[in-house]
Protein backbone atom coordinates (compact mmCIF):
# COMPACT_ATOMS: atom_id res chain seq x y z
CA UNK A 1 0.00 0.00 0.00
CA UNK A 2 1.48 3.74 -0.86
CA UNK A 3 1.05 6.10 1.92
CA UNK A 4 -1.69 8.31 -0.36
CA UNK A 5 -3.73 5.38 -0.24
CA UNK A 6 -3.67 4.66 3.41
CA UNK A 7 -4.41 8.41 4.11
CA UNK A 8 -7.45 8.19 2.28
CA UNK A 9 -8.90 4.87 4.08
CA UNK A 10 -7.73 7.12 7.39
CA UNK A 11 -9.70 10.15 5.82
CA UNK A 12 -12.36 7.58 5.61
CA UNK A 13 -12.58 6.00 8.52
CA UNK A 14 -15.12 6.10 10.93
CA UNK A 15 -13.94 3.30 13.55
CA UNK A 16 -14.55 5.92 16.64
CA UNK A 17 -16.72 8.99 17.48
CA UNK A 18 -13.95 11.58 16.69
CA UNK A 19 -14.36 11.88 12.94
CA UNK A 20 -17.60 13.49 13.98
CA UNK A 21 -16.00 16.29 15.48
CA UNK A 22 -12.78 16.70 13.34
CA UNK A 23 -12.15 19.33 11.45
CA UNK A 24 -9.05 18.06 9.29
CA UNK A 25 -7.66 14.32 9.40
CA UNK A 26 -4.22 14.93 10.25
CA UNK A 27 -2.45 12.19 9.14
CA UNK A 28 1.45 12.82 8.64
CA UNK A 29 4.01 15.07 7.27
CA UNK A 30 7.37 14.94 5.93
CA UNK A 31 9.70 12.91 4.02
CA UNK A 32 8.24 9.45 3.38
CA UNK A 33 12.01 8.08 3.29
CA UNK A 34 12.68 9.64 6.57
CA UNK A 35 15.08 7.79 8.79
CA UNK A 36 13.57 10.01 11.81
CA UNK A 37 9.30 9.62 12.42
CA UNK A 38 8.50 11.62 15.53
CA UNK A 39 5.29 10.37 17.07
CA UNK A 40 2.92 12.65 19.61
CA UNK A 41 -0.34 11.85 20.58
CA UNK A 42 -2.62 13.83 19.23
CA UNK A 43 -3.77 16.84 16.81
CA UNK A 44 -4.59 20.03 18.78
CA UNK A 45 -6.79 22.97 17.40
CA UNK A 46 -4.46 24.64 14.98
CA UNK A 47 -3.52 20.97 13.67
CA UNK A 48 -7.07 20.08 12.85
CA UNK A 49 -7.89 23.53 11.30
CA UNK A 50 -4.42 23.01 8.60
CA UNK A 51 -4.47 18.93 8.46
CA UNK A 52 -0.76 18.96 9.35
CA UNK A 53 0.88 17.61 12.56
CA UNK A 54 3.05 20.43 14.65
CA UNK A 55 2.19 24.09 13.60
CA UNK A 56 0.27 25.43 16.68
CA UNK A 57 2.58 26.95 19.92
CA UNK A 58 4.35 23.54 20.68
CA UNK A 59 4.92 22.84 17.06
CA UNK A 60 6.70 25.84 16.30
CA UNK A 61 9.05 24.93 19.67
CA UNK A 62 9.49 21.61 18.18
CA UNK A 63 10.44 23.34 14.86
CA UNK A 64 13.11 25.52 17.15
CA UNK A 65 14.24 22.02 18.39
CA UNK A 66 14.40 20.51 15.16
CA UNK A 67 16.91 23.91 13.79
CA UNK A 68 19.04 23.70 16.97
CA UNK A 69 20.29 20.41 16.73
CA UNK A 70 20.73 20.81 12.55
CA UNK A 71 17.15 18.44 11.82
CA UNK A 72 15.42 19.69 8.85
CA UNK A 73 11.84 18.90 9.56
CA UNK A 74 11.15 18.51 5.46
CA UNK A 75 13.51 15.22 6.09
CA UNK A 76 11.98 13.94 8.63
CA UNK A 77 8.44 12.54 9.41
CA UNK A 78 5.97 13.89 11.76
CA UNK A 79 2.85 12.15 12.85
CA UNK A 80 0.51 11.29 15.76
CA UNK A 81 -0.88 8.44 17.30
CA UNK A 82 -4.41 9.20 16.58
CA UNK A 83 -5.47 11.25 13.63
CA UNK A 84 -8.36 13.24 14.91
CA UNK A 85 -8.46 15.98 17.09
CA UNK A 86 -10.11 14.64 20.60
CA UNK A 87 -12.53 17.61 21.80
CA UNK A 88 -10.84 20.57 23.82
CA UNK A 89 -7.37 18.67 23.28
CA UNK A 90 -8.18 16.44 25.77
CA UNK A 91 -5.97 13.20 26.23
CA UNK A 92 -7.47 10.34 23.55
CA UNK A 93 -9.08 7.65 24.92
CA UNK A 94 -7.74 4.04 24.62
CA UNK A 95 -10.56 2.91 22.57
CA UNK A 96 -9.46 6.24 20.33
CA UNK A 97 -6.18 5.13 20.38
CA UNK A 98 -7.11 1.58 19.21
CA UNK A 99 -9.04 2.31 16.65
CA UNK A 100 -6.17 4.60 15.04
CA UNK A 101 -3.18 2.04 15.92
CA UNK A 102 -3.52 0.16 12.54
CA UNK A 103 -3.42 3.49 10.98
CA UNK A 104 -0.12 3.99 12.67
CA UNK A 105 1.53 0.68 12.27
CA UNK A 106 0.84 0.76 8.45
CA UNK A 107 2.35 4.32 8.07
CA UNK A 108 5.51 3.30 10.11
CA UNK A 109 5.64 0.29 8.10
CA UNK A 110 5.79 2.29 4.60
CA UNK A 111 8.01 5.13 6.18
CA UNK A 112 10.33 2.24 7.39
CA UNK A 113 12.17 4.74 9.62
CA UNK A 114 15.78 3.93 11.38
CA UNK A 115 14.90 6.12 14.46
CA UNK A 116 10.73 6.60 16.13
CA UNK A 117 10.52 9.58 18.53
CA UNK A 118 7.89 9.44 20.96
CA UNK A 119 6.89 13.25 21.60
CA UNK A 120 5.35 12.80 25.28
CA UNK A 121 4.31 10.05 27.78
CA UNK A 122 1.08 9.02 25.80
CA UNK A 123 2.69 8.03 22.51
CA UNK A 124 5.83 6.31 24.67
CA UNK A 125 3.15 4.30 26.51
CA UNK A 126 1.43 3.31 23.37
CA UNK A 127 5.17 2.67 21.68
CA UNK A 128 7.41 1.70 24.05
CA UNK A 129 6.00 -0.12 26.95
CA UNK A 130 2.81 1.00 29.56
CA UNK A 131 5.22 1.44 32.36
CA UNK A 132 6.98 4.42 30.37
CA UNK A 133 7.88 6.96 32.61
CA UNK A 134 8.65 10.32 30.68
CA UNK A 135 9.94 12.04 33.74
CA UNK A 136 12.50 9.06 33.94
CA UNK A 137 13.14 7.50 30.80
CA UNK A 138 13.51 10.28 28.55
CA UNK A 139 15.90 10.45 26.21
CA UNK A 140 16.64 6.21 26.65
CA UNK A 141 17.13 4.59 23.63
CA UNK A 142 15.56 0.94 22.87
CA UNK A 143 15.95 -1.73 20.16
CA UNK A 144 12.82 -3.69 18.60
CA UNK A 145 12.80 -5.28 15.68
CA UNK A 146 15.60 -3.53 13.85
CA UNK A 147 14.28 0.05 14.97
CA UNK A 148 15.60 2.70 17.62
CA UNK A 149 12.77 3.91 19.82
CA UNK A 150 13.07 6.80 22.31
CA UNK A 151 11.14 9.40 23.76
CA UNK A 152 11.19 13.22 24.76
CA UNK A 153 9.08 15.46 26.66
CA UNK A 154 5.73 16.86 24.68
CA UNK A 155 6.72 19.93 23.21
CA UNK A 156 3.38 21.09 25.05
CA UNK A 157 4.60 20.28 28.33
CA UNK A 158 7.65 22.69 27.84
CA UNK A 159 5.12 25.32 27.08
CA UNK A 160 4.03 24.55 30.67
CA UNK A 161 6.88 23.91 32.58
CA UNK A 162 10.16 25.71 30.92
CA UNK A 163 12.45 23.80 33.45
CA UNK A 164 12.26 20.92 31.08
CA UNK A 165 13.90 22.81 28.27
CA UNK A 166 17.30 21.90 28.94
CA UNK A 167 16.43 18.44 29.28
CA UNK A 168 14.78 18.50 25.92
CA UNK A 169 17.86 20.17 24.22
CA UNK A 170 19.90 17.24 25.55
CA UNK A 171 17.73 14.92 24.22
CA UNK A 172 17.45 16.40 20.87
CA UNK A 173 21.64 16.54 20.30
CA UNK A 174 21.15 12.83 21.34
CA UNK A 175 18.75 11.68 18.75
CA UNK A 176 20.63 13.60 16.03
CA UNK A 177 23.94 11.99 17.16
CA UNK A 178 22.28 8.59 16.82
CA UNK A 179 20.92 9.40 13.41
CA UNK A 180 24.46 10.10 12.44
CA UNK A 181 25.57 7.03 13.60
CA UNK A 182 22.81 5.22 12.14
CA UNK A 183 23.61 6.58 8.95
CA UNK A 184 27.10 5.88 9.14
CA UNK A 185 25.98 1.68 9.62
CA UNK A 186 23.65 1.43 6.45
Same mark, same amino acid.
Given at each position: ???????????? !??? !?????????????????? /????????????????????????????????????????????????????????????????? /??????????????????? !?????????????????????????????????????????????????????????????????????
Amino acid at each position: MELSELQKKCEE !CRA !CELWRTRTNVVFGTGDPD /ADIMFIGEAPGEKEDLSGIPFVGRAGQLFDRYLEAVGLDRGKVYIANTIKCRPPKNRDPDPEEQA /ACLGFLREQTRIIDPKMIV !CLGRIAAYRIISPDFKISRDHGVFYERKGKILTAVYHPSALLRDPRKKDDMLADMMNIKKKADELKGIS
